[in-house]
Antibody, heavy 119, light 107 residues
């Protein structure tokens, strides 16, 4: 059974930093691309960042490029998102997501982790 | 960037109704499209990928069609558990983008 367990969320002040982690199990982690998707309270889904299975290729939404860094540790089956320069607009539920083979479409989602940026 | 639009933004329907949701891409995306269902407080769930392929375990009352710029999600006979918000997503190019969502609620 595929499981994705996010951690690292919480309350952070504007301008602060936070690191999200997602531990994956139930599949061959290194074989699959992974993404982060966020959802602001009461709003729709927003793609944030993606990384290829090897970690060689990374992609970012314009809204986070230069502030967020996606990475993965394949031996530990862990996906990470290092977030810095946080603003109130980054307040959201952040989902870790597994992509389908050869497709940038998500077939499994974590339960989400809340990030709140507020003073 | 490829912009995704959906219509309607909300639809009121009854159990047994046929419901159709449309999704339009601002440029051609072949069939690189997925549909997701999201219920309140839950993570999204993949329904359709490749515009028309049914994800394993998803009831056959869900179907998808389209290619290029225009796509549809059809629920042939709405069931109580189908009241939710539905999103389309393009996977043709980065940045990946979602539609704004269509909420299906009780008439």
């Amino acid at each position: 059974e595929v499981q994705l367990l996010e951690s690292g969320g919480g309350l952070v002040q504007p301008g602060g930093s936070l690191r999200l982690s997602c531990v994956a199990s139930g599949f061959s982690f290194s074989s699959y691309d992974m993404t982060w998707v966020r959802q602001s309270p009461g709003k729709g889904l927003e793609w944030v960042s993606a990384i290829s299975g090897s970690g060689a290729n990374t992609y970012y939404a314009d809204s986070v490029r230069g502030r967020f860094v996606i990475s993965r540790d394949n031996p530990k089956s862990t996906l990470s998102l290092q977030m810095s320069g946080l603003t109130a607009e980054d307040t959201a539920l952040y989902y870790c997501a597994k992509e389908m083979s050869q497709l940038w479409l998500t077939d499994y989602w974590g339960q989400g982790i809340l990030v709140t940026v507020s003073s | 960037d490829i912009q995704m639009t959906q219509s309607p933004s909300s639809v009121s329907a009854s159990v047994g109704d046929r419901v159709t949701i449309t999704c339009r891409a601002s440029q051609g995306i072949n069939t690189w499209l997925a549909w997701y269902q999201q219920k309140p407080g839950k993570a999204p769930k993949l329904l359709i990928y490749g515009a028309s392929s049914l994800q394993s375990g998803v009831p056959s009352r869900f179907s998808g069609s389209g290619s290029g710029t225009d796509f549809t999600l059809t629920i042939s006979s709405l069931q109580p558990e189908d009241f939710a918000t539905y999103y389309c997503q393009q996977a043709n190019s980065f940045p990946l983008t979602f539609g704004p969502g269509t909420k299906v609620d009780f008439k």
